[in-house]
C-alpha cells in the first residue's frame, strides 16, 4: 500500500495495545516508530536514581536544572541515557508507579515534547502516547484513540511482565492501570483526551490482523489510495 509521508497519531488508556499496533503500523507501511512513553519513563528512571523522588511522589524542583543535562534518546537497541541502554529498567513496575506524577509536571512535558517534534518534521512516523494528536502534532493527517477494557487491558499488561521474569500480581498491575488512568485523564497540562477529529479503535475482542485490516481500510478511505 503507498501511504503518504503523514504523521499518525495513536493516544490512549494505559496497556491499550498502543505500541503493539504502532510497531506493526510502522514496518507495514515502513515507517518510525517512536514511544513518547518511553521519554516519560526515561525521565522517571533518572529521577529516581538521582534521589528526586521520594516515596510519596514529591518530586525535588532540582529535577528542572538536571534535565538540561540529561541525554535520554532512541537508539537502535531501545531508550539510551548516553551509551546505557535502559530499555528494560524504564518497563518495570517501579517506574510504572511513578510515572505518572512525573509526566504531570509541566518542564518534563516540555522537555519530552522537544525531542518529540523533532522527529516529526520528516514525516513518515507512527508515534504513540496521551497527547500526541492533541498536543504534540495537533496537525497529524490521521489520529486514533485506542481503548479497550480494563480486564483485558490488566490481563494483557501482567502477561508481557510475566513473560520477561517480573513477579507481580495481576492486582498490582490493576491498581497501577487504574491509578495512571487518573492522574494522566486529570492533570492540568495536556491531559489524556481524545482529540475530536480521532478515529477509535477498541480493540478488546481484535487480532493484529484485524487491527491492520482495519487501518489499512481507514487509509484507504481518507486518502484515496489502494
Ligand atoms: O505502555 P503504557 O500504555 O502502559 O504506558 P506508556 O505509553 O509507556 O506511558 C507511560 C506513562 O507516561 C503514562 O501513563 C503517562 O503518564 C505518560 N505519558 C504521557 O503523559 N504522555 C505521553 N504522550 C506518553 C506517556
Request: hydrophobic share 40%.
Amino acid at each position: 500500500m503507498n501511504v503518504p509521508d503523514i504523521i499518525i497519531a495513536i493516544d490512549g488508556y494505559s496497556s491499550t495495545g498502543k505500541s503493539s499496533f504502532a510497531k506493526l503500523v510502522a514496518k507495514e507501511f515502513g515507517f518510525l516508530y517512536l514511544d513518547s512513553g518511553a521519554l516519560y519513563r526515561g525521565v522517571t528512571l533518572f529521577a529516581q536514581e538521582q534521589g528526586l523522588i521520594d516515596a510519596d511522589n514529591r518530586i525535588d524542583p532540582a529535577l528542572e536544572e538536571r534535565l538540561a543535562g540529561l541525554d535520554l534518546h532512541f537508539d537502535t537497541d531501545g531508550t539510551h541515557i548516553g551509551a546505557r541502554c535502559i530499555e528494560a529498567q524504564i518497563r518495570t513496575l517501579e517506574v510504572s508507579s511513578q510515572v505518572s506524577p512525573i509526566a504531570a509536571v509541566p518542564y518534563v512535558r516540555a522537555f519530552v515534547d522537544r525531542r518529540l517534534r523533532e522527529f516529526g518534521e520528516k514525516g513518515r512516523i507512527v508515534m504513540d502516547g496521551r497527547d500526541i494528536g492533541t498536543t504534540v502534532f495537533p496537525n497529524a493527517q490521521l489520529k486514533i484513540f485506542m481503548t479497550a477494557s480494563e480486564e483485558v487491558r490488566a490481563q494483557r499488561r501482567y502477561d508481557e511482565m510475566v513473560a520477561k521474569g517480573e513477579t507481580p500480581t495481576l492486582e498490582e498491575v490493576l491498581k497501577n492501570l487504574r491509578e495512571r488512568d487518573y492522574i494522566d485523564s486529570h492533570r492540568e497540562t495536556s491531559p489524556l483526551s481524545r482529540a475530536e477529529d480521532a478515529f477509535e479503535l477498541d480493540n478488546s475482542d481484535m487480532s493484529f490482523g484485524e487491527e491492520l485490516a482495519w487501518i489499512k481500510g481507514l487509509i484507504q478511505g481518507r486518502f484515496g489510495i489502494l
